[in-house]
């Protein structure tokens, strides 16, 4: 909302020295959000005068219109003589009021005039536009043509209210009352301790059975129209240039007489008004909801199919308006009023949600649903009407009928019960009763009681519904600066979770190893379940959609961690990045499709243990995951030598390097599951309970899903439920005893059937080794003629050491030969070269 300093002074007698920056203060104070002050006219020099023109000669030769022309400009030139003026417009005539700006005058952008030579004649002077005037867009780009009433001389900067201030702002969904001067004109009385001359408080008129006939189907979404009749408008009346400036300064373009004045009485009052050109409605005017297949064509040119739900006026040939959004082709009054001499005036209230949902399914937002949606007065609909039609009577030489049509829907105000002492409680700080009843009666509620409070709260502040609403006008008003600063007393010795500890650790582990944090949004589409290959049946495909998602792309919440993160890799190698290591925390949704109906909780009381626990039950699982991906080299190539581009091998390593951290000892076996590579592809499990409980997957992924995701070949990936692992683990993350003895260092080469997992053979080691055993690794895996058909050799390096002393040879050799007869008993491993 633009709001003009010297409109609001009308209202509001603010102190003479007070500036926009100074008001803007004020209405900050108070809780209106002031975006920006903006100055008029900064930098405007005159002489800037009315000129009438004298003659006009028309200039040949030149590749646009050029007139050299007389202008009268009084005694503001110091000699009362003609001045030469050479201009480029050419929509003024002789005889027209024009804007003269005289040598030595400014415009704005330090646009200094003087007189110069051009065209081949001397111009002393420069007849002005609206644009370069900083005035806005009048609709007519060329020169600006004043009514013929005004003297040559006249200042125009005066005249035309060039210099001014003008508020902008940014009015919140709850305080729709100050999209109207009258609003912020109350906003700023209060906050300045003066009284409001309130502009609507007019004689009007009570209804009678005279007025033009209207029939209101839906009392529900229209509970108040009122009806007025001007006759006898002069089509050729324009509005005055008071009026155009002030619609300018408000952000608004000019257009007719008729038109321009709803506009005014709207910006003034908040009430969205719409003139109908009597002559061009056909019968009573109605309000109801749009029939199935019913179309309009709307001011804008645009014919919209229309919503059941959809409210619209109508008269005896269907609908001639969205009512509260946009009116019809059919009756508009057109831009130059010039056939339009009787118009019939609408000023109703209609439900804002019903007008909010009219404006978002037909995406037409308009300056009458922006208030409608945010609640405007019905009570001031009767006085804006009246205000309209004594504009009209006023500026356009009307004759207003005497019939007044309203139609009201029963309604009694708000009341609303509060302790005296509520307010106090919300702030902590202490107001005491007096402040209270003073500050609500300032916003226009009626008070009374003494200890409990009844409030009736005022037409126009539908936002004011309950105790707490009225505690935070009493806190606003009196200063949200001055509530006391206070930290919370938390109680000592809490910390952290285990679960966030572990969090932390997997984390800083990651980021240890190369891997770089991201954090996506956790919603995706149904579509990338087909990308990653993922079956018919696959419980990753139940997804929980959002009822008003940000993206109609991605309206469900994720279930596994991997669209997001493959995603945010496919973007960072289309931006160059080709060597990638990326992980992320956080909760997949994974509904069961059998979750009970949540309950309705109440807001007057706080919910009981068993409607706590109903509300539990009817949210899906959701459990935490840390995936990886990886594309690219892993090792950087160089001086040093050759790098190493990365493989599913680093995916089931980040699963490892998660594992440890939470004191849990990996197992790893070959798996097939999307969207992973059948032959690439591991699973990854801990014991739980002495059970093994699959925790998680690694590998390469598929071709197909490589393809159809647009990643680069070889991109490796892993994902693991970070819950089971925690309850996988044993507790507390014991430090490694840190031995000050030489290690010693055996090395085995084991044959087993290739379809014997390296995890089983590693497994078997461990278990024979015993308590020496500090590191065991596999260094190679052989495969050939060696050592026959259906084999392999698995290469392992076994460390051992003893915290207490050095171990011999003999020792060392003793547990090297445990481990390999527990692994040849196991997997029916042999020794190489045996």
Same mark, same amino acid.
């Given at each position: 909302?633009?709001?003009? #300093?010297?409109?609001?002074?009308?209202?509001?007698?603010?102190?003479?020295?007070?500036?926009?920056?100074?008001?803007?203060?004020?209405?900050?104070?108070?809780?209106?959000?002031?975006?920006?002050?903006?100055?008029?006219?900064?930098?405007?020099?005159?002489?800037?005068?009315?000129?009438?023109?004298?003659?006009?000669?028309?200039?040949?030769?030149?590749?646009?219109?050029?007139?050299?022309?007389?202008?009268?400009?009084?005694?503001?030139?110091?000699?009362?003589?003609?001045?030469?003026?050479?201009?480029?417009?050419?929509?003024?005539?002789?005889?027209?009021?024009?804007?003269?700006?005289?040598?030595?005058?400014?415009?704005?952008?330090?646009?200094?005039?003087?007189?110069?030579?051009?065209?081949?004649?001397?111009?002393?002077?420069?007849?002005?536009?609206?644009?370069?005037?900083?005035?806005?867009?009048?609709?007519?780009?060329?020169?600006?043509?004043?009514?013929?009433?005004?003297?040559?001389?006249?200042?125009?900067?005066?005249?035309?209210?060039?210099?001014?201030?003008?508020?902008?702002?940014?009015?919140?969904? @709850?305080?729709?009352?100050?999209?109207?001067?009258?609003?912020?004109?109350?906003?700023?009385?209060?906050?300045?301790?003066?009284?409001?001359?309130?502009?609507?408080?007019?004689?009007?008129?009570?209804?009678?059975?005279?007025?033009?006939?209207?029939?209101?189907?839906?009392?529900?979404?229209?509970?108040?129209?009122?009806?007025?009749?001007?006759?006898?408008?002069?089509?050729?009346?324009?509005?005055?240039?008071?009026?155009?400036?002030? #619609?300018?300064? =408000?952000?608004?373009?000019?257009?007719?007489?008729?038109?321009?004045?709803?506009?005014?009485?709207? !910006?003034?009052?908040?009430?969205?008004?719409?003139?109908?050109?009597?002559?061009?409605?056909?019968?009573?005017?109605?309000?109801?909801?749009?029939?199935?297949?019913?179309?309009?064509?709307?001011?804008?040119?645009?014919?919209?199919?229309?919503? *059941?739900?959809?409210?619209?006026?109508?008269?005896?040939?269907?609908?001639?308006?969205?009512?509260?959004?946009?009116?019809?082709?059919?009756?508009?009054?057109?831009?130059?009023?010039?056939?339009?001499?009787?118009?019939?005036?609408?000023?109703?209230?209609?439900?804002?949600?019903?007008?909010?949902?009219?404006?978002?399914?037909?995406?037409?937002?308009?300056?009458?649903?922006?208030?409608?949606?945010?609640?405007?007065?019905?009570?001031?609909?009767?006085?804006?009407?009246?205000?309209?039609?004594?504009?009209?009577?006023?500026?356009?030489?009307?004759?207003?009928?005497?019939?007044?049509?309203?139609?009201?829907?029963?309604?009694?105000?708000?009341?609303?019960?509060?302790?005296?002492?509520?307010?106090?409680?919300?702030?902590?700080?202490?107001?005491?009763?007096?402040?209270?009843?003073?500050?609500?009666?300032?916003?226009?509620?009626?008070?009374?009681?003494?200890?409990?409070?009844?409030?009736?709260?005022?037409?126009?502040?539908?936002?004011?519904?309950?105790?707490?609403?009225?505690?935070?006008?009493?806190?606003?008003?009196?200063?949200?600066?001055?509530?006391?600063?206070?930290?919370?007393?938390?109680?000592?010795?809490?910390?952290?979770?285990?679960?966030?500890?572990?969090?932390?650790?997997?984390?800083?582990?990651?980021?240890?190893?190369?891997?770089?944090?991201? +954090?996506?949004?956790?919603?995706?589409?149904?579509?990338?379940?087909?990308? !990653?290959?993922?079956?018919?049946? @696959?419980?990753?495909?139940?997804?929980?959609?959002?009822?008003?998602?940000?993206?109609?792309?991605?309206?469900?919440?994720?279930?596994?961690?991997?669209?997001? !993160?493959?995603?945010?890799?496919?973007?960072?190698?289309?931006?160059?990045?080709?060597?990638?290591?990326?992980?992320?925390?956080?909760?997949?949704?994974?509904?069961?499709?059998?979750?009970?109906?949540?309950?309705?909780?109440?807001?007057?009381?706080?919910?009981?243990? @068993?409607?706590?626990?109903?509300?539990?039950?009817?949210?899906?699982?959701?459990?935490?995951?840390?995936?990886?991906?990886?594309?690219?080299?892993?090792? +950087?190539?160089?001086?040093?030598? +050759?790098?190493?581009?990365?493989?599913?091998?680093?995916?089931?390593?980040?699963?490892?390097?998660?594992?440890?951290?939470?004191?849990?000892?990996?197992?790893?076996?070959?798996?097939?599951?999307?969207?992973?590579?059948?032959?690439?592809?591991?699973?990854?499990?801990?014991?739980?309970?002495?059970?093994?409980?699959?925790?998680?997957?690694?590998?390469?992924?598929?071709?197909?899903?490589?393809?159809?995701?647009?990643? *680069?070949?070889?991109?490796?990936?892993?994902? !693991?439920?970070?819950?089971? #692992?925690?309850?996988?683990?044993?507790?507390?993350?014991?430090?490694?005893?840190?031995?000050?003895?030489?290690?010693?260092?055996? @090395?085995?080469?084991?044959?087993?059937?290739?379809?014997?997992?390296?995890?089983?053979?590693?497994?078997?080691?461990?278990?024979? =080794?015993?308590?020496?055993?500090?590191?065991?690794?596999?260094?190679?895996?052989?495969?050939?003629?060696?050592?026959?058909?259906?084999?392999?050799?698995?290469?392992?390096?076994?460390?051992?050491?003893?915290?207490?002393?050095?171990?011999?040879?003999?020792?060392?050799?003793?547990?090297?030969?445990?481990?390999?007869?527990?692994?040849?008993?196991?997997?029916?491993?042999?020794?190489?070269?045996?």
């Amino acid at each position: 909302m633009r709001v003009p #300093l010297s409109w609001l002074r009308e209202y509001v007698d603010l102190p003479a020295g007070e500036s926009g920056r100074d008001v803007q203060a004020k209405l900050i104070s108070a809780g209106l959000e002031v975006e920006t002050v903006e100055q008029l006219g900064a930098g405007l020099k005159g002489p800037l005068v009315v000129g009438k023109v004298l003659t006009i000669e028309e200039l040949t030769g030149f590749k646009k219109p050029i007139r050299f022309c007389t202008v009268d400009v009084g005694i503001a030139n110091g000699t009362g003589e003609p001045q030469e003026i050479v201009c480029g417009a050419s929509n003024f005539a002789v005889g027209d009021k024009v804007v003269v700006i005289l040598p030595g005058g400014v415009l704005p952008g330090n646009f200094e005039i003087a007189a110069r030579k051009t065209y081949g004649r001397t111009s002393h002077g420069m007849i002005c536009s609206g644009a370069e005037l900083g005035m806005g867009d009048d609709g007519s780009h060329g020169i600006i043509v004043l009514p013929p009433e005004h003297e040559a001389g006249t200042d125009a900067i005066e005249l035309l209210e060039l210099v001014d201030e003008v508020l902008d702002i940014a009015v919140t969904p @709850d305080r729709g009352y100050c999209l109207s001067m009258r609003g912020v004109a109350r906003e700023a009385a209060i906050a300045y301790g003066l009284p409001l001359s309130d502009p609507a408080l007019l004689d009007v008129p009570g209804p009678n059975s005279h007025g033009y006939e209207v029939r209101v189907a839906d009392p529900a979404g229209c509970d108040r129209f009122t009806a007025r009749t001007v006759t006898g408008l002069d089509p050729e009346a324009a509005s005055p240039v008071w009026l155009q400036r002030r #619609l300018q300064k =408000a952000g608004m373009r000019p257009i007719s007489l008729a038109v321009d004045v709803t506009n005014y009485v709207m !910006l003034e009052l908040g009430q969205p008004l719409h003139a109908y050109d009597r002559h061009r409605v056909e019968g009573a005017i109605g309000v109801r909801r749009a029939q199935p297949g019913e179309k309009l064509t709307t001011l804008d040119g645009q014919v919209r199919v229309l919503d *059941p739900e959809d409210l619209v006026i109508t008269d005896n040939r269907g609908p001639i308006g969205l009512a509260g959004v946009m009116g019809g082709a059919n009756t508009e009054i057109d831009e130059t009023g010039a056939t339009t001499t009787d118009v019939v005036i609408e000023a109703a209230h209609f439900d804002p949600v019903a007008i909010a949902r009219t404006a978002r399914r037909h995406k037409l937002s308009s300056e009458a649903s922006k208030r409608f949606e945010r609640g405007v007065d019905p009570q001031a609909a009767s006085a804006a009407a009246q205000r309209t039609v004594d504009l009209l009577v006023l500026l356009a030489g009307g004759t207003a009928e005497a019939g007044v049509t309203e139609i009201t829907a029963p309604s009694a105000p708000h009341t609303i019960s509060i302790p005296a002492d509520h307010p106090d409680k919300v702030a902590g700080m202490e107001y005491g009763r007096e402040t209270v009843v003073r500050r609500l009666q300032q916003v226009g509620c009626d008070v009374y009681g003494s200890d409990e409070l009844i409030v009736t709260v005022p037409s126009w502040r539908p936002d004011l519904r309950d105790p707490n609403d009225l505690a935070e006008e009493v806190i606003r008003l009196e200063g949200y600066e001055n509530l006391p600063s206070t930290l919370p007393h938390l109680p000592s010795g809490r910390g952290l979770t285990e679960s966030q500890k572990l969090r932390r650790r997997v984390g800083r582990a990651l980021a240890g190893a190369g891997y770089v944090e991201v +954090q996506n949004y956790p919603f995706l589409g149904e579509g990338v379940f087909d990308q !990653l290959g993922l079956d018919a049946d @696959d419980p990753r495909r139940i997804t929980i959609r959002l009822a008003n998602p940000l993206s109609d792309e991605e309206p469900a919440l994720r279930t596994t961690m991997l669209p997001g !993160l493959l995603g945010a890799l496919r973007r960072n190698v289309g931006r160059g990045a080709h060597d990638l290591a990326l992980f992320e925390t956080g909760l997949v949704f994974r509904p069961s499709g059998e979750e009970p109906a949540p309950p309705r909780l109440p807001v007057d009381r706080r919910p009981t243990d @068993d409607e706590i626990a109903a509300l539990d039950a009817a949210l899906p699982r959701q459990p935490r995951r840390v995936a990886v991906v990886l594309s690219g080299a892993r090792e +950087q190539a160089g001086w040093w030598g +050759q790098g190493r581009t990365a493989t599913w091998a680093d995916a089931v390593e980040a699963g490892r390097i998660v594992s440890r951290e939470a004191g849990v000892e990996l197992i790893v076996r070959q798996d097939r599951h999307a969207p992973f590579h059948p032959g690439r592809c591991a699973a990854l499990l801990a014991v739980v309970d002495g059970e093994e409980v699959l925790v998680g997957n690694a590998g390469e992924l598929h071709p197909r899903v490589i393809k159809a995701m647009y990643l *680069p070949e070889g991109t490796a990936a892993m994902e !693991l439920d970070l819950d089971r #692992l925690e309850r996988a683990s044993t507790g507390v993350v014991a430090a490694p005893t840190v031995s000050t003895f030489p290690v010693a260092t055996q @090395d085995v080469a084991l044959v087993v059937d290739a379809s014997v997992p390296a995890a089983d053979v590693e497994t078997a080691l461990r278990s024979g =080794a015993g308590g020496l055993l500090e590191a065991l690794r596999l260094f190679d895996v052989f495969t050939g003629d060696q050592i026959g058909a259906g084999k392999k050799s698995l290469a392992y390096s076994l460390r051992f050491r003893a915290p207490d002393r050095t171990l011999t040879a003999e020792e060392a050799s003793a547990a090297r030969d445990a481990a390999v007869a527990v692994a040849a008993e196991r997997t029916g491993a042999t020794l190489r070269g045996a």
